[in-house]
């Protein structure tokens, strides 16, 4: 039989090759173990260069699959830690806008109460206007001074308790 030269396909890692000089020293280190056995002749041999490396490249893979496991975990950690910090902010800047907007809430009460006291003081003093209690009394002195200037023999202390009477009424 003539060999065409072909080789047959072999395994291959996708994610991971080793570079052509390890497979190559692989190869060097161990020599396939003869496999044939009187028992074994259905069997197809199977070289042990390619088993090993295969062994390795799963070794390699799983390693890698188990730090980016690792990566992963650290950054949801990271993130759930991250989003624990948002949230206290976020409540913290809630509670504050609750209290700010109750303070607003009174303040405009206050100003409201004290807008309708403007207008009410306005309308009253257009309406009656409510003299002061010295207002009155002077009113009065300049009254008794033009009524008592005709009468020059009263008395001033007549006067005072003409005025201390009023008062009391």
């Known amino acids: 039989m003539k060999s065409s030269g072909r080789k047959a396909l072999q395994p291959r890692?996708?994610?991971?090759?080793?570079?052509a000089d390890t497979q190559l020293q692989l190869k060097r280190a161990k020599a396939p173990p003869p496999l044939h056995d009187d028992a074994k002749d259905n069997l197809v041999p199977v070289p042990l260069p390619?088993?090993?490396?295969?062994?390795?490249?799963?070794?390699?893979?799983?390693?890698a699959f188990k730090k980016k496991l690792e990566r992963l975990r650290e950054d949801r950690e990271r993130t759930e830690k991250l989003l624990e910090e948002r949230d206290g902010a976020l409540d913290l800047k809630m509670s504050q806008l609750l209290q700010r907007g109750e303070i607003q809430k009174s303040l405009e009460i206050q100003v409201d109460r004290l807008f309708r006291l403007k207008e009410l003081h306005s309308y009253?003093?257009?309406?009656?206007?409510?003299?002061?209690?010295?207002?009155?009394?002077?009113?009065?002195?300049?009254?008794?001074?033009?009524?008592?200037?005709?009468?020059?023999e009263a008395d001033s202390?007549?006067?005072?308790?003409?005025?201390?009477?009023?008062?009391n009424y």
């Open 50 to 63: 390619v088993v090993e490396s295969m062994d390795a490249s799963l070794a390699e893979e799983l390693n």
């Open 157 to 167: 202390r007549e006067i005072a308790s003409d005025l201390s009477k009023e008062v």
């Open 124 to 152: 009253s003093s257009k309406i009656l206007p409510v003299r002061s209690l010295r207002a009155k009394e002077q009113e009065k002195r300049k009254s008794f001074s033009f009524e008592r200037a005709d009468e020059p």
């Open 13 to 19: 890692n996708i994610f991971n090759v080793p570079a």
